[in-house]
């Protein structure tokens, strides 16, 4: 039977959980040693690579994901942002749409509403250069958290670190495999209890952030579709009402990536903290005086 919680290791206990969830992990098999302490996520002295510190990458030591976190919530604020003044030209142009279909004799090709226009295409271009170099930007960070948790806790992983990055390109199944890497980093990146025991913290967080931008790529989806398929007035008008529906979920979106991003590199911080701190005895050889 698979345990009732990660759903892919077997149950050992009563209550149906496995030894990780459990919070009873069996030690390390002989010969295997903790990673060494100040290797970490580049907080304090040592944490580089270098000559003491082996190295980084999955398997060695994970690397600190906060200063790509800074930049990528800077840029998702550019999205927000640049969502918002594409809602405003929309509806702006909207209105002009909803005037022609009231009085077919106004002309909106010329004056302003060709200005109109002209300010949402740019509103447009600057929607698209920011969504881009956020999504990069992410998932370079979304692959650094995923090797780390490699370290952390490479059990619960159900995917590769590879499918952080490909997961997003491949047709249909980029609507949930993103979220499954997702998932295993949440799950490794938690901060364990003092005794080493599993602890578990609810994935609310990740559950919205990956709920908000499905819909609003869905909904994005038909948004554009309807707005290609508009040709009278009326038809252009409700298009542009749900085009600026999609561009608001989608600054909704955004938002819950803030916070995404900004939980999942606090539990990466702390749970790189605690792993240091597990490690400091065991760097000392037994019965070492200070001199």
Not at 150 to 171: D, H, L
Request: aromatic share 8%.
């Amino acid at each position: 039977m698979l345990c009732t919680r990660c759903r892919i290791r077997t149950a050992v206990t009563d209550d149906g959980l496995c030894t990780f969830c459990s919070g009873t992990r069996p030690p390390p098999p002989d010969g295997a040693m903790a990673p060494v302490a100040g290797a970490g996520l580049g907080l304090g002295p040592g944490s580089g690579p270098g000559p003491d510190s082996g190295g980084w990458g999955v398997g060695t030591w994970p690397r600190s994901p906060v200063g790509l976190s800074r930049a990528v919530i800077a840029l998702l604020g550019c999205v927000i942002a640049s969502d918002l003044f594409v809602i405003g030209a929309g509806l702006h142009l909207r209105g002009l749409w909803e005037g022609l279909a009231a009085d077919e004799s106004l002309n909106i090709y010329t004056g302003p509403g060709l200005r109109a226009q002209e300010l949402y295409d740019r509103a447009g271009a600057a929607q698209t250069a920011a969504f881009l170099a956020t999504g990069v930007l992410f998932i370079i960070w979304f692959h650094r958290t995923r090797r780390n948790a490699e370290v952390f806790e490479s059990g619960v992983q159900r995917m590769g670190p590879g499918w952080a990055v490909g997961g997003w390109f491949v047709p249909i199944a980029n609507l949930w495999f993103p979220y499954r890497v997702a998932s295993g980093i949440w799950e490794a990146s938690v901060r364990l209890h003092p005794d080493g025991g599993w602890r578990t913290v609810p994935k609310t967080v990740l559950n919205l952030w990956w709920g908000g931008w499905v819909v609003s790529v869905l909904v994005s989806r038909i948004a554009v579709s309807q707005w290609d398929r508009a040709r009278e007035p009326e038809q252009v008008s409700d298009a542009a009402a749900l085009v600026a529906a999609a561009d608001a979920l989608d600054a909704v979106a955004a938002v819950l990536a803030i916070v995404f991003v900004r939980a999942v590199t606090r539990m990466q911080v702390e749970r790189d903290g605690t792993r240091q701190a597990a490690t400091v005895p065991e760097r000392a050889a037994p019965g070492a005086t200070a001199p």
